[in-house]
């Protein structure tokens, strides 16, 4: 079986690619404001608040949770969504990484 184009870099870097692509559609930024602001909630209260259809948020529901963003659980016949701290973990202490490189250095590059 022939290599992909991400066997080349590490797990970490992988995962944090993963993380941001998740994150880069204006509805799924909506989606985490939204859930940060009630905590949790169902699939049709988002659908109230975003001017997208119910399958178009599924999907984005589907990409956020795969990326580890978002947890659901089933509550009945719907499934209650929340913030996933794992994954934005990772994003804070890569952010992290780059706000101390940034203090140590000063911004001194080219």
Same mark, same amino acid.
């Given at each position: 079986?022939?290599? #992909?184009?991400?066997?080349? *870099?590490?797990?970490?870097?992988? =995962?944090?690619?993963?993380?941001? &692509?998740?994150?880069?559609?204006?509805?799924?930024?909506?989606?985490?404001?939204?859930?940060? +602001? %009630?905590? $949790?909630?169902?699939?049709? =209260?988002? %659908? !109230?608040?975003?001017?997208?259809?119910?399958?178009?948020? $599924?999907?984005?529901?589907?990409?956020? &949770? !795969?990326?580890?963003?978002?947890?659901?659980?089933?509550?009945?016949? $719907?499934?209650?969504?929340?913030?996933?701290?794992?994954?934005? =973990?990772?994003?804070? %202490? *890569?952010?992290?990484?780059?706000?101390?490189?940034? =203090?140590? #250095? +000063?911004?001194?590059?080219?």
């Amino acid at each position: 079986m022939g290599t #992909t184009k991400t066997d080349g *870099f590490t797990e970490k870097q992988n =995962e944090l690619a993963i993380l941001a &692509k998740a994150l880069g559609h204006p509805a799924r930024i909506a989606i985490i404001e939204h859930l940060l +602001k %009630v905590n $949790s909630c169902i699939c049709g =209260e988002i %659908v !109230n608040e975003l001017p997208l259809a119910q399958p178009t948020i $599924s999907q984005h529901l589907k990409e956020l &949770k !795969n990326a580890g963003l978002i947890k659901g659980n089933f509550e009945g016949a $719907s499934i209650c969504y929340c913030i996933d701290a794992g994954g934005f =973990e990772k994003i804070k %202490v *890569f952010f992290q990484e780059i706000s101390n490189h940034l =203090e140590k #250095t +000063k911004n001194q590059c080219c």
